[in-house]
């Protein structure tokens, strides 16, 4: 009698605790180069049609860009095939997410444009390479925080549980050296815009460099800088990132803070603490869609469905804030949305952890393996936050950007936020000649807050 409880305890951790996985067969990799996009999507349209087929997305840059020029609209002669709102909202409701629906029930004005679909995401020829060498060789480790046996691609390209897509978004292709000046536009629930910030976020993917091997990889997948311009009171603050691949390679974080003039380490830099740079709007481990650890929920992967999500949205990267930034939410009428397939995986709040979202929701494009959008209820079980990414497409890098121009709505103050936004600046994000470690050390953090 005394062994029962503790075997229900084991068998029901079997459902819950991501497994460790062994690698997909060969012939289940060699779907890869058939049936399969390089990176693991369906290479083949939706059955009517709505969805095309994947033919190799965008990696030709349009005649005349030059580096860090604003991109321009790829598709600028095309009108939205559909316009849905509260009115209608009803037929379509499988392809909309509890976000947005709560959206358009809150704001009667609010509707979502759908363009015709485009699969634009690429990535290069070496990186499709490693995803499919991973594919036969990476496993889950670290409870399923982490990954060995895979590098410089996709992981999971043909994925058995949330653990290993989670992955597959957090080691995605968005370039290797990356620049870009941003503002953070905040809206109000009482219809006041205002910048909460502005500055220079400078990434280093490691994992996506051409020319990393497996000794010189020391398991930080992940560099990120943000130094801030503006307003002047913040001037000089900045924020430094270095993301491990797991548990083996801990999480760095550090901050330079001016009225103190020195370097500290920030680890509250994560998880649920409200964001600064939105101005509280935002959590820490909501940026970029996901930031840092996931380790406080349980993960589920529910499936794969087709999904409208804002895609393709160079356009409103192009559009002057006063035109974008609108009360109560971003224009409808600046952006695109597309019915794409998307993985969806559901994270509750683990037995003995604490996290103001009890709940959330990921939805991953299948082509990118990049959150577009999630959901968030709190802990009373009430929908309270609805995080987006526009996307950025960047045919000369190749890549769809899921990790710049992004934001989130809270849905019981009514305030949201535009994050990563270059709106009416006139640089973009721009690829940089590879950066030194050194470039993203806390000493280097410290020499330029004295300059």
Do not use: C
């Amino acid at each position: 009698m005394f062994y029962k409880p503790l075997l229900t305890t084991l068998i029901a951790s079997l459902f819950i605790a991501p497994l460790a996985q062994a690698a997909v067969s060969a012939d289940e990799a060699a779907k890869l180069k058939t049936t399969l996009t390089p990176l693991g999507a369906e290479k083949a349209a939706s059955k009517d049609g709505s969805i095309p087929s994947w033919e190799g997305g965008l990696t030709k840059a349009p005649a005349g860009y030059k580096n860090g020029d604003p991109r321009p609209d790829l598709f600028p002669g095309e009108k939205p095939v559909l316009s849905i709102s509260a009115k209608n909202m009803a037929q379509f409701d499988a392809k909309l997410t509890d976000g947005v629906k709560a959206l358009m029930k809150k704001y009667p004005d609010f509707r979502i444009d759908v363009y015709p679909t485009h699969r634009t995401a690429a990535a290069p020829q070496y990186f499709y390479d490693n995803t499919f060498k991973n594919a036969t060789k990476a496993k889950l480790v670290d409870n399923g925080q982490g990954v060995e046996g895979a590098l410089g691609g996709i992981p999971f390209p043909l994925p058995k549980d949330a653990y290993e897509v989670i992955l597959n978004h957090r080691l995605a292709f968005t370039g290797v050296n990356t620049q870009s000046p941003l503002r953070v536009w905040v809206m109000t629930s009482d219809g006041k815009r205002t910048m909460a910030s502005g500055g220079t976020q400078t990434f280093r993917r490691v994992w996506n460099d051409p020319d990393l091997a497996t000794g010189k990889f020391d398991g930080y997948y992940s560099l990120g800088k943000f130094t801030v311009s503006e307003p002047g009171s913040k001037s000089g603050e900045a924020i430094l990132a270095h993301d491990g691949i797991n548990a083996s390679a801990p999480r760095g974080l550090w901050q330079y803070l001016v009225g103190q003039r020195r370097v500290r380490k920030a680890p509250s830099v994560g998880y649920d603490t409200p964001d600064a740079v939105t101005s509280g709007i935002g959590l820490f481990d909501e940026a970029f869609n996901l930031f840092g650890p996931i380790d406080k929920h349980e993960l589920k992967l529910i499936g794969k469905k087709e999904l409208y999500i804002p895609y393709n949205n160079n356009r409103a990267a192009l559009a002057k804030v006063a035109d974008l930034v609108t009360p109560n939410t971003l224009n409808p009428a600046q952006v695109r949305w597309e019915l794409h397939r998307v993985w969806e995986v559901e994270a509750t709040l683990a037995a003995g952890k604490r996290h103001v979202a009890a709940k959330r929701k990921y939805y991953i494009d299948e082509d990118s393996w990049q959150i577009i959008l999630f959901d968030g209820w709190d802990a009373k079980g009430d929908l309270w936050r609805t995080n987006y990414t526009l996307t950025l497409t960047a045919p000369d890098i190749p890549a769809v950007l899921g990790n710049f121009f992004w934001g989130g709505y809270d849905l019981q103050t009514g305030a949201y936020y535009l994050n990563m936004a270059t709106n009416e600046l006139p640089v973009q994000v721009k690829v940089l000649p590879t950066l030194q470690r050194s470039f993203f050390s806390p000493e280097e953090l410290a020499n330029e807050g004295t300059r």
